[in-house]
């Protein structure tokens, strides 16, 4: 693990209390949504919350400091159209809303028309503490890219014809390509005292981890097999029980 910084993250304070999660909005599109180890016998899932738990019950004060994300919000951001941390402020009125999302969604469907890419998958690279958060940070992989590169065209496209939009093109210019590629799994609640201490003892937990189990989370590969375009109401693509976010908006399955 390599460590930067750390920070406290403001969203995280409502998410860890039983309460109303904060009410945000944007626009995101992503894929290894729930990563596809998916299986009858939930490879995946099962050795995800066995190491978080590992982390739980052997780094004193971890709950105290870090978040774990639950299984159901990780995801592989592509590229993020609006961040939720502005779209409250730039885009206030539910009509305003729809219409950048169908913007939006009227671009993606005219570069992706007749298109066709591969299924691929996402090796893990390393795990890796980051400003903010915790990431499974995943090597370099050319069909992500591709499709990175297919949203940035959409972007240009509605550009080009920014005449014809309901929404002003401004707002379309606040998509934001990842750097890396990587699935966010802790964010920090706040600074502690002995956070150098803390950062060892994670170190030291995943190390151990890593060396006594065959564990897939660090081994085996993600499955790249579709990107979806998603409306975010609440922070992190996390979901409430009987709620509508994330909102699928639209997809673009990649082919065998």
């Given at each position: 693990?390599?460590?930067?910084?750390?920070?406290?993250?403001?969203?995280?304070?409502?998410?860890?209390?039983?309460?109303?999660?904060?009410?945000?909005?944007?626009?995101?599109?992503?894929?290894?949504?729930?990563?596809?180890?998916?299986?009858?016998?939930?490879?995946?899932?099962?050795?995800?919350?066995?190491?978080?738990?590992?982390?739980?019950?052997?780094?004193?004060?971890?709950?105290?400091?870090?978040?774990?994300?639950?299984?159901?919000?990780?995801?592989?951001?592509?590229?993020?159209?609006?961040?939720?941390?502005?779209?409250?402020?730039?885009?206030?009125?539910?009509?305003?809303?729809?219409?950048?999302?169908?913007?939006?969604k009227d671009a993606l469907t005219q570069v992706t028309e007749d298109l066709?890419?591969?299924?691929?998958?996402?090796?893990?690279?390393?795990?890796?503490?980051?400003?903010?958060?915790?990431?499974?940070?995943?090597?370099?992989?050319?069909?992500?890219?591709?499709?990175?590169?297919?949203?940035?065209?959409?972007?240009?496209?509605?550009?080009?014809?920014?005449?014809?939009?309901?929404?002003?093109?401004?707002l379309m210019k606040e998509n934001i390509r990842p750097t890396i590629t990587?699935?966010?799994?802790?964010?920090?609640?706040?600074?502690?005292?002995?956070?150098?201490?803390?950062?060892?003892?994670?170190?030291?937990?995943?190390?151990?981890?890593?060396?006594?189990?065959?564990?897939?989370?660090?081994?085996?590969?993600?499955?790249?097999?579709?990107?979806?375009?998603?409306?975010?109401?609440?922070?992190?693509?996390?979901?409430?029980?009987?709620?509508?976010?994330?909102?699928?908006?639209?997809?673009?399955p990649l082919t065998e």
């Amino acid at each position: 693990i390599i460590l930067f910084w750390w920070m406290g993250d403001a969203y995280i304070q409502d998410l860890c209390e039983d309460i109303d999660p904060p009410n945000v909005w944007g626009l995101v599109c992503v894929t290894a949504w729930n990563p596809e180890f998916v299986n009858p016998e939930l490879v995946f899932r099962n050795e995800y919350e066995a190491f978080c738990q590992y982390l739980r019950d052997v780094v004193l004060d971890f709950d105290e400091y870090c978040y774990i994300y639950p299984y159901d919000a990780l995801h592989v951001t592509v590229q993020t159209l609006l961040p939720f941390t502005r779209g409250n402020k730039l885009v206030k009125e539910k009509e305003a809303r729809i219409d950048l999302a169908n913007e939006w969604k009227d671009a993606l469907t005219q570069v992706t028309e007749d298109l066709k890419l591969k299924r691929d998958a996402l090796s893990v690279k390393q795990v890796e503490l980051r400003g903010t958060a915790g990431l499974f940070v995943f090597k370099d992989n050319e069909t992500l890219e591709n499709l990175r590169d297919l949203i940035q065209k959409a972007r240009d496209s509605a550009e080009s014809h920014q005449r014809l939009l309901s929404v002003p093109f401004k707002l379309m210019k606040e998509n934001i390509r990842p750097t890396i590629t990587h699935s966010t799994f802790i964010r920090f609640k706040s600074v502690p005292l002995n956070a150098e201490e803390i950062i060892q003892n994670v170190n030291s937990a995943i190390q151990r981890y890593k060396e006594k189990s065959a564990c897939p989370l660090f081994s085996e590969d993600v499955k790249l097999d579709k990107l979806t375009f998603c409306e975010e109401t609440i922070p992190y693509m996390h979901r409430v029980p009987g709620g509508t976010s994330p909102k699928v908006l639209w997809e673009f399955p990649l082919t065998e």
